[in-house]
């Protein structure tokens, strides 16, 4: 399991799902600023409605799942040996020659 591909794909689908949910949102967004720190706010309000949420939402949540399937597969690949594609027959350093008499 190469935990690249499945984080490039989570991050494509998961672009994508939340791209179709906000590109087609109403909505307004607001940040106050007061003394004391306590009274500061950040508002955001979101409305996606129609067809957008059908394929936003579902995208959505399948990115969520690839990105845990992604994190599992390098947390995997941590505890892996070497892989090796062929069977070494001689070493790569040979011995050196001794001169004949």
């Not at 990105?67 to 947390?75: N, W």
Request: glycine content about 8%.
């Amino acid at each position: 399991m190469r935990a690249d591909r499945w984080l490039l794909l989570a991050v494509l689908v998961l672009g994508c799902g939340l791209w179709v949910l906000f590109a087609y949102c109403h909505g307004t967004a607001g940040l106050a600023f007061a003394l004391p720190v306590s009274g500061s706010s950040v508002m955001l309000d979101l409305k996606t409605t129609g067809a957008p949420v059908l394929f936003g939402i579902p995208l959505t949540a399948l990115g969520v799942v690839l990105l845990l399937v992604a994190i599992v597969s390098a947390i995997m690949a941590q505890f892996r040996g070497p892989y090796r594609t062929a069977h070494v027959k001689e070493p790569a350093v040979k011995p050196p020659v001794e001169p004949r008499a």
